[in-house]
């Protein structure tokens, strides 16, 4: 058993974890991901912005030419019109013109320019740093007259973000404040969803509370949710067994009183008997045996109903079913037969072991108490039943292809008529006119044992004619045990 007890879990709770538990991490992944589309949306209209402006300077470029076989002189064709790009509330911008062998031509020297920056005729956009502050640059190339396949000269255009980061905080808020208005509520909505939900089954399980303790009735499904009515069924199931099982034990414990209560009436009434006779002072000693003998008799009676009684009790534990070994049933076999030659002989009949030898193929998984107790029912049943002078064999016969233990136990008594060979399984059933005393248990107990094993037991004739003059065909009880290779 296990030293720590696992604490009962709450569905409730359950399902509102599994919900809410995503929903609370999937809300900064959201605003994250909301940051980032932020910052997209924030840069496109200053993008746009700062290209057209990239664009003006563009136009304010002057390309002179010079003496033949000399590159061509840039210049700016307003130089105070160059500070119209500088102009911003927020952000300080930069601006700079390279020539085409990248001399220095106007603006912001410390513009950086990286090495592998691409040649294109378009307005391109990237990230910098400029004076430890990031920055925004646009930058175009404009291409030399005649020589269209030179670089070029470069126009570039940059900006800090204040602007761009106000956008995107603005953005962000209002996109995330709504979110923490409707977070809440979701959870409050999910929590009475949630609650609405499962109270069918506190319905139900206010139901149940309330019955009876002996009401095992059906319980009424038809109120219980579509995904609780399978577990409402096996309920059902278990009920009807349960009530099976209980009405079973009281009409076994029925008939076990009324079983204890002949042998006991018997002994309180031969006491009173001998304790009368000792009073009057008349006492008879043979009378006062008889008595005596009576109670021993009726000693005897009690006691055997009691041990039927316990051995029943033992063939119905699931628990003994659960420890099978390995069961040598030729040796089992012939250790009852040992334990009963002395009934045998005193009612002169002849008692006998045939089949397997112990040691040999006869062997299977089982539990040897209940496998013991099975045997001296069947031989014990079988010396009960035949007359002086019959015969009893117990014979344990292995299958040849390995699958079944074949046990017989035959006998040369009156045998049993077809219209009773299921009836004798039943507990306390007994075949009337045959003058055997007995508590009607016996068989089934068998019965009950073979069930354990998923053994197959039936009845037949042992003999094709009588063997003595005025006797019957005989039983024949044949057990099939199958092995443990077959029951695996």
């Known amino acids: 058993m296990s030293d720590k007890t696992r604490d009962p879990s709450s569905l409730f709770g359950e399902i509102l974890d599994w919900m809410l538990a995503p929903l609370l991490l999937l809300w900064p992944m959201s605003l994250a991901f909301t940051g980032v589309v932020a910052q997209q949306i924030a840069n496109l ?69 990286p090495e ?66 409707i977070l809440p509520l979701a959870v409050l909505l999910v929590w009475l969803a949630l609650a609405r939900g499962i109270r069918p089954l506190n319905e139900l399980q206010q139901r149940i509370r309330r019955r009876d303790s002996g009401d095992l009735s059906p319980i009424d499904e038809s109120g219980a949710p579509e ?68 109670i021993a008799v009726s000693s005897q009676r009690a006691a055997h109903s009691v041990n039927q009684l316990l051995a029943m009790a033992r063939a119905e534990d699931q628990e003994s079913a659960l420890r099978p070994t390995n069961v040598d049933l030729a040796a089992l076999t012939q250790e009852v037969v040992r334990d009963f030659v002395p009934k045998a002989m005193d009612k002169r009949i002849d008692l006998g072991y045939e089949g397997a030898d112990p040691g040999g193929a006869a062997t299977l998984s089982g539990q040897p108490v209940l496998l013991g107790e099975m045997l001296r029912n069947l031989v014990d049943n079988a010396l009960q039943y035949t007359p002086s002078g019959g015969t009893v064999t117990a014979r344990v016969t292995p299958d040849p292809f390995g699958q079944v233990i074949v046990l017989e136990v035959e006998d040369s008594g009156p045998g049993i008529p077809q219209a009773e060979r299921e009836l004798v399984f039943q507990p306390f059933y007994r075949t009337l006119g045959t003058g055997v005393d007995g508590t009607g248990l016996g068989l089934a107990i068998v019965q009950e044992i073979a069930n354990r094993h998923d053994a197959e037991i039936s009845i037949s004739d042992a003999h094709a004619r009588p063997l003595q003059p005025g006797g019957g065909l005989g039983t024949r009880f044949t057990v099939r045990l199958p092995t443990a290779a077959a029951r695996a």
């Not at 175009?140 to 204040?162: N, R």
């Open 45 to 113: 209209p200053y993008d746009r912005e700062l290209g057209e402006m990239a664009g003006v300077l563009a136009r304010q470029i002057v390309i002179e030419p010079t003496a033949a076989g000399g590159r061509p002189k840039v210049r700016l064709a307003n130089p105070a019109a160059a500070n119209v790009v500088r102009l911003d509330d927020l952000d300080q911008a930069y601006y700079q013109v390279l020539g085409a062998r990248g001399e220095f031509v106007a603006g912001d020297r410390d513009l950086p320019v």
């Open 227 to 294: 995904e609780v009515a399978p577990l409402v069924r096996a309920i059902n199931d278990l009920l009807a067994r349960l009530d099976q099982s209980i009405a079973a034990q009281k009409h076994f414990l029925a008939d076990a009183a009324h079983q204890l209560k002949t042998p006991l009436a018997g002994l309180r009434m031969q006491a009173e008997l001998a304790e009368r006779e000792i009073d009057a002072g008349q006492s008879d000693p043979k009378a006062l045996k008889s008595s005596l003998h009576q």
């Open 116 to 181: 592998d920056l691409p040649v294109t005729r378009d307005v391109t956009y990237r990230d910098e740093m400029m004076r430890d502050e990031r920055v925004r640059v646009a930058y175009l190339w404009l291409p030399l007259p005649g020589d269209p396949d030179a670089s070029g000269i470069l126009i570039q255009q940059a900006e800090t973000l204040q602007k761009r980061a106000r956008l995107a905080t603005e953005i962000i808020k209002g996109v995330a404040l709504p979110q923490f208005i």
